[in-house]
């Protein structure tokens, strides 16, 4: 499979992630075990704008295959830090989105990359700038959260 194709199933994947998060109560997980301060309004802002760069993705990666890595690189982290490493940190406590992860994040993103290989559009340059920007992308609406408490950003006064 290509780059492109994969990107595609990238997208699927992601999709059925979000049902699992939803269905298993991510919400409510989120606010017990990681802390963070999350409405369902935020779940669902959050993932149509990940379904928007999902398809972002998917049609740029023939043009520009960093876009579709950060995007592999985005379930890879979401993955390990926001769903294996909270369940072995506390002790087997299902993650909602665990299954998925480890089901079809870790293989797609890692043949994503993979595939980039194949293609001869991998550098060391390219993983690293995917990298980064999967790590941004994970990292901000989790930064909003925490961020938007702050009388900087409140807009009710």
Excluded: C, K
Excluded at 41 to 53: G, H
Excluded at 66 to 80: E, G, P, R
């Amino acid at each position: 499979m290509t780059l492109a194709d994969l990107s595609w199933l990238a997208l699927a994947a992601y999709a059925v992630h979000i049902m699992e998060e939803y269905q298993f109560n991510w919400r409510d997980w989120a606010r017990a075990v990681v802390g963070l301060p999350v409405e369902w309004n935020d779940f669902y802002v959050t993932n149509a704008v990940v379904v928007v760069l999902g398809i972002v993705q998917a049609q740029l990666a023939a043009r520009m295959p960093v876009v579709s890595l950060a995007f592999a690189a985005l379930m890879l982290i979401n993955a390990t830090f926001f769903h294996v490493m909270p369940f072995l940190r506390t002790g087997g406590r299902f993650s909602p989105g665990l299954l998925t992860a480890v089901a079809l994040f870790y293989p797609l993103g890692v043949a994503m990359f993979l595939a980039a290989a194949r293609e001869g559009t991998l550098s060391l340059g390219v993983a690293a700038g995917a990298g980064v920007a999967g790590a941004v992308l994970m990292a901000l609406p989790v930064a909003f959260l925490q961020w938007r408490g702050l009388p900087y950003f409140r807009q009710d006064r």
